[in-house]
């Protein structure tokens, strides 16, 4: 494999291991949310906000999570007839997918893209009582979506470099 290859699948791996890493912390910050929505409940003073911050840790930890579970291979597969495949068939199927997720990225990227500038020119709002404006989480999903796309670019490579009995 070229060198600028090979570094371009080692700066995004460490890249999306680090924002991995700091994105399951998310799950603690939803967890905090969610005990104050049921305390202010619990007290007769419903927060307004807790619902809808809710939601958008939750996108946030699963938009900016999703390359780092791909990159440790942890999303599920339906491996009836994977699993008893070589590895360089298996690279060749993997090849194959990631091929159809890059062009399926690269849409989410461009609509999430067109509607942050959207959100951003407008000053787009949300339609409830917290009305927070919607271009931060929008803004996250941009990364999230442009992180992703990296690292299925990364895992062509890998997959690329095992076909052709090379190891990264």
Not at 20 to 34: D, E, K, N, S, T
Not at 37 to 47: L, R
Not at 83 to 110: H, N
Not at 142 to 148: T, V, Y
Request: proline share 4%; aromatic share 14%.
């Amino acid at each position: 494999m070229p060198r600028f290859a090979l570094a371009f699948v080692r700066l995004v791996d460490r890249l999306n291991y680090g924002v991995g890493r700091m994105a399951m912390y998310l799950l603690f910050v939803l967890m905090g949310i969610l005990m104050w929505s049921t305390i202010s409940k619990a007290s007769g003073a419903p927060s307004l906000w807790t619902l809808e911050m809710a939601q958008f840790v939750m996108v946030a930890y699963f938009v900016l999570g999703g390359p780092y579970a791909m990159q440790m291979g942890s999303h599920v597969r339906m491996d009836l007839f994977y699993a008893k495949q070589t590895p360089v068939r298996q690279a060749w199927w993997d090849a194959i997918t990631v091929l159809a997720l890059i062009f399926y990225l690269g849409v989410m990227l461009w609509g999430a893209v067109d509607s942050t500038m959207y959100s951003l020119q407008y000053n787009e709002r949300s339609p409830t009582a917290w009305r927070p404006y919607l271009w931060p989480i929008k803004v996250i999903l941009c990364i999230g979506f442009a992180l992703m796309l990296l690292q299925a670019l990364a895992a062509l490579i890998h997959d690329v470099a095992t076909i052709r009995g090379e190891t990264i």
